[in-house]
Structure formats: C-alpha cells, structure tokens
C-alpha cells in the first residue's frame, strides 16, 4: 500500500505528464493545420486571413497568368463565384498548369491582398485511363481532357 505522500506525489507526476503530453499533442496539432478555403471564403474572414497557413483552391482567371521562367516568377488569379485573389509564386508551375484549370496553392495571404504560394498543385482527375491499343495520344490532348475534367 502507498502512504499519503507517495500518493499526491504519484498524481502529482502524473498530472504533470498528462499535461506536458497535452500541451506538446495541442500545440503541434495548432500548428501543422492547414485549412482549404476558396477565394470567396478568404476574402470573407476579412483581416483575420492574414499571414495564416491556408490551401486555396480555385480556377485560374483565363487572361491572368504571368510567368517569367528567367526569374522564377509566377503570377495568376484564382477564382471561384464569390470572388478573387492574386497569387504570386517563386517556383516553378507543374507541367499541366493552363489558364482556366482548379488548382490547389498554398500559403499565407498577405496584407497587400496577395496570396504568397509555396507550392502549386493541380486539381484533375484521379482515373487513369491507358491509351487503347496501338494508339499513342499527343500530350497536348491529353491534358485537354484532364483540364475537361477538373
């Protein structure tokens, strides 16, 4: 049997583990979310959205695409129904990036009204269809077909 003082020190270190395993799974939880939000549902949070990790996701705005392959620098609008933001990257788009296709960014929004992305995804289908037979498909249609898709 345990005297007094071997039991409130025995809950006493185990208060403190509990807490210590707590606050380590709480705050690296906290800090390793990444929200996804559309362009409508950022600009609604208003000055809340600032300097926040978020994936956004939404259409490139036909017309709005700057790349600058010298400088590493890429610029596009994306969009949804409810509204817009700019977007400007340092790194290179994947290979199917177009104008007019969901892409997926993440980042933080600035206090300029800028999404300063760290990566670019591209949305498209996950259903992998081979070439029939004897027949070999231009690259070009086939990411027509999975900008169709997205």
Do not use: C
Not at 23 to 29: H, K, P, S
Not at 39 to 60: F, H, S, W
């Amino acid at each position: 049997m345990m005297g007094g003082k071997k039991k409130v020190g025995f809950a006493l270190a185990l208060i403190i583990v509990l807490s210590s395993f707590g606050y380590l799974v709480y705050g690296g939880i906290g800090e390793n979310i990444v929200y996804f939000v559309t362009p409508g549902e950022l600009l609604a949070k208003g000055t809340q959205a600032y300097d926040k990790p978020i994936r956004l996701g939404g259409q490139v705005m036909p017309g709005t695409m700057q790349w600058d392959a010298d400088a590493l620098d890429l610029r596009f609008t994306l969009q949804d129904e409810d509204g817009q933001i700019r977007v400007h990257s340092q790194k290179a788009p994947p290979a199917m990036f177009r104008e007019g296709m969901g892409v997926i960014v993440e980042g933080k929004l600035n206090r300029e009204g800028i999404f300063e992305s760290s990566s670019v995804m591209v949305k498209h289908s996950n259903e992998y269809r081979p070439p029939e037979d004897g027949t070999h498909p231009k690259p070009e249609d086939m990411y027509k077909s999975l900008i169709r898709e997205s």
